[in-house]
């Protein structure tokens, strides 16, 4: 099935400790992009990536890292900086920056 | 960025009734989408439609970008249409959302 992919779909964290989003699609889309949603909020912007080995911070990435080595994979790394990272987040991707977007399950992450 | 509102906020129905919902932003886009947020969190694509009318069963949708809104139309509502309903648009590569309407079909 083609699709996007996020693992896993809970995860904790301990005070002071880095975590690492897993975010995976086959659709062969060259654009993906990190959300992160607040109970009854809409969706912001951590980081997008349009192409391999190149990515763009978006409006909320003090303490979050990314990569995108590969096409189909855009990690995205929750640092200890990051002082509220209880959130529901989302991975989408889209064929270019400018088309349809389509999200993953996502992944809630709770700090113990 | 550009900001976006959904109204109303908050909506409730009974089934089989009708609703629409709006959407208003404050520049000119290239990429405007409606989704519906499950119980689950999973955002479904409704419509891709940065200007004019779409139709998808009981849901259309109609934008007027030069007047800077657009407008869902839900029709013989269903308990399975509950759920929050995002629009977002984007004048670049990345989404700006609105808070959402949080609509809720009672049998």
């Known amino acids: 099935d083609g699709g996007i992919t996020q693992s896993p779909k809970y995860l904790f964290r301990k005070e002071g400790q880095n975590v690492t989003l897993s975010c995976e699609q086959n659709?062969?889309?060259?654009?993906m992009y990190w959300y992160r949603q607040d109970p009854g909020q809409g969706l912001r912007l951590i980081y997008y990536s349009q192409i391999v080995n190149d990515f763009q911070k978006g409006d909320i990435a003090e303490g979050y890292s990314v990569s995108r080595e590969k096409k189909e994979s855009f990690p995205l790394t929750v640092t200890s900086a990051q002082k509220n990272p209880t959130a529901f987040y989302l991975c989408a991707s889209s064929i270019s920056g400018l088309e349809t977007q389509y999200f993953g399950p996502g992944t809630r992450l709770l700090v113990l | 960025g550009i900001q976006v509102e959904q109204s109303p906020p908050d909506l409730i129905l009974q089934e089989g009734a009708n609703s629409t919902l709006r959407c208003n932003f404050s520049?000119?886009?290239?990429?405007l989408q409606w989704f519906h947020q499950n119980p689950w969190g999973q955002l479904i694509n409704l419509f891709y439609i940065p200007s004019g009318t779409k139709q998808n069963g009981r849901l259309s949708a109609t934008t007027v970008a030069t007047e800077r809104y657009s407008l869902l139309y839900i029709s013989s509502s269903q308990t399975t249409d509950s759920g929050v309903y995002f629009c977002a648009v984007s004048s670049g590569y990345a989404l700006n959302f609105g808070k959402g309407t949080s609509l809720l079909v009672t049998p």
């Open positions: 520049d000119s886009v290239n990429n």
């Open positions: 659709l062969n889309h060259d654009a």
